[in-house]
T-cell receptor, first 115, second 112 residues
Framework: DARVTQTPRHKVTEMGQEVTMRCQPI?????VFWYRQTMMQGLELLAY????????DSGMPKDRFSAEMPDATLATLKIQPSEPRDSAVYFC?????????????FGDGTRLSIL | EDKVVQSPLSLVVHEGDTVTLNCSYE??????LLWYKQEKKAPTFLFML????IEKKSGRLSSILDKKELFSILNITATQTGDSAIYLC????????????FGQGTRLTINP
């Protein structure tokens, strides 16, 4: 059963530290999304890529967040420096655009706590 | 600004009851509406709706879309404790990128 894989599952670190979250999309999917979920804001789109090219990162604080897709099997979301308000669950999802009726599939998320 | 509103935000019922969850939206360039179920981890896909009035069904769950009134409902009949979860509604905007706008979710609790 194809799955989106995210690592690490949990991360606790002190403010000011760099945090890198990784995502392996479902093989064959051409679009990758990064979301952040908090109790207050719900699920918010941070950035997404199609065919490894960044399409939209307007949901991301640009001064500290960066998203890349170095190859088709790996997407990364980096926070540097991290702040306590970045504490949230970060989800990666992948999909196949250009095909009607194909939903996004989510990974299990990275639960990030910044102390 | 695109908006997806779910109601109620929280619902507690007894096992065996039937529940109806609501989702209304205001989105430019609507393409489809999706329902996801979120337990402890990843949201898992339930339904994708693109046409008005056509019910989608999977076991005890069903959903329908009204594109004129801009809403959708998710029905669960004969609820079980395993149905306890957060149910998320999302609307996909057109443009080919599958960009989703999510509602706040409905937290459903089924008591035995």
């Amino acid at each position: 059963d194809a799955r989106v894989t995210q690592t690490p599952r949990h991360k606790v670190t002190e403010m000011g530290q760099e945090v890198t979250m990784r995502c392996q999309p479902i093989l064959g999917h051409n679009t990758v999304f990064w979301y952040r979920q908090t109790m207050m804001q719900g699920l918010e789109l941070l950035a997404y890529f199609r065919n490894r090219a960044p399409l939209d990162d307007s949901g991301m604080p640009k001064d500290r967040f960066s998203a890349e897709m170095p190859d088709a099997t790996l997407a990364t979301l980096k926070i540097q420096p991290s702040e306590p308000r970045d504490s949230a669950v970060y989800f990666c999802a992948s999909g196949l655009t250009g095909t009607q009726g194909q939903p996004q599939h989510f990974g299990d998320g990275t639960r990030l706590s910044i102390l | 600004e695109d908006k997806v509103v779910q109601s109620p935000l929280s619902l507690v019922v007894h096992e065996g009851d039937t529940v109806t969850l609501n989702c209304s939206y205001e989105v430019t360039n609507f393409r489809s509406l999706l329902w996801y179920k979120q337990e402890k981890k990843a949201p898992t896909f339930l339904f994708m709706l693109t046409s008005s009035g056509i019910e989608k069904k999977s076991g005890r769950l069903s959903s329908i879309l009204d594109k004129k009134e801009l809403f959708s409902i998710l029905n669960i009949t004969a609820t079980q404790t395993g149905d306890s979860a957060i149910y998320l509604c999302a609307v996909e905007r057109g443009g080919g990128a599958q960009k989703l706008v999510f509602g706040q979710g409905t937290r459903l609790t089924i008591n035995p």
